[in-house]
């Protein structure tokens, strides 16, 4: 079995539930989920001029392999309504592989561990919570040791709804 840790978030519609559609759907064609981290409210990052996301980490157990995961992925944001007008665009859900095992993978179509991690609260923020100790085999820093490096200055808060 593979291990690999998900990032799904959204900011339109009723969030909440793309995130909980998401999570079921993720737990029915990728794997059984382990582990999750609670939600998160953030800013948008990049298009800063949106409504603000809600995010969530899940660790999840595979029998897939990585581009399986992928497709797996971009097939559910399909099903829950994504439209990729633009980068950093406004989606009902998007599903990012951030970490699968201790591999590291650079194709075009598929970065693993996803090249941003280190950049992102509202990626580290809920990552920490899960797998603090997670050694990051590119940065070979743990995931705690890069949150409290990180100088994102984007809000990442608790949701509470």
């Given at each position: 079995?593979?291990t690999?840790?998900?990032?799904?978030?959204?900011n339109?519609?009723?969030?909440?539930?793309?995130?909980?559609?998401?999570?079921?759907?993720?737990g029915?064609?990728?794997g059984?989920?382990?582990d999750?981290?609670?939600?998160?409210?953030?800013?948008?990052?990049?298009?800063?001029?949106?409504?603000?996301?809600?995010?969530?980490?899940?660790?999840?157990?595979?029998?897939?392999?990585?581009?399986?995961?992928?497709?797996?992925?971009?097939?559910i944001?399909?099903?829950?309504g994504r439209?990729?007008?633009?980068?950093?665009?406004?989606r009902?859900?998007?599903?990012?592989?951030?970490?699968?095992?201790?591999?590291?993978?650079?194709?075009?179509?598929?970065?693993?561990?996803?090249?941003?991690?280190?950049?992102?609260?509202?990626?580290?923020t809920?990552?920490?919570?899960?797998?603090?100790?997670?050694?990051?085999?590119?940065h070979l820093?743990?995931?705690?040791?890069?949150?409290?490096?990180?100088?994102?200055?984007?809000?990442?808060?608790?949701?509470?709804?």
């Amino acid at each position: 079995m593979n291990t690999c840790f998900l990032l799904i978030g959204g900011n339109l519609g009723d969030r909440l539930n793309y995130l909980t559609k998401a999570a079921q759907l993720i737990g029915l064609n990728i794997g059984r989920i382990i582990d999750f981290s609670p939600i998160y409210e953030t800013e948008a990052w990049g298009n800063t001029e949106q409504a603000p996301f809600l995010n969530q980490v899940l660790k999840v157990q595979t029998a897939l392999s990585a581009d399986n995961v992928l497709q797996k992925a971009l097939s559910i944001e399909l099903e829950l309504g994504r439209i990729r007008n633009e980068k950093y665009g406004a989606r009902t859900i998007d599903i990012d592989i951030l970490l699968y095992n201790n591999d590291i993978i650079n194709q075009p179509h598929l970065a693993i561990p996803h090249p941003r991690i280190a950049e992102r609260k509202f990626v580290l923020t809920p990552l920490n919570i899960i797998a603090p100790t997670y050694l990051h085999p590119v940065h070979l820093k743990t995931v705690e040791q890069l949150y409290y490096e990180c100088i994102d200055s984007l809000d990442v808060k608790k949701y509470i709804p």
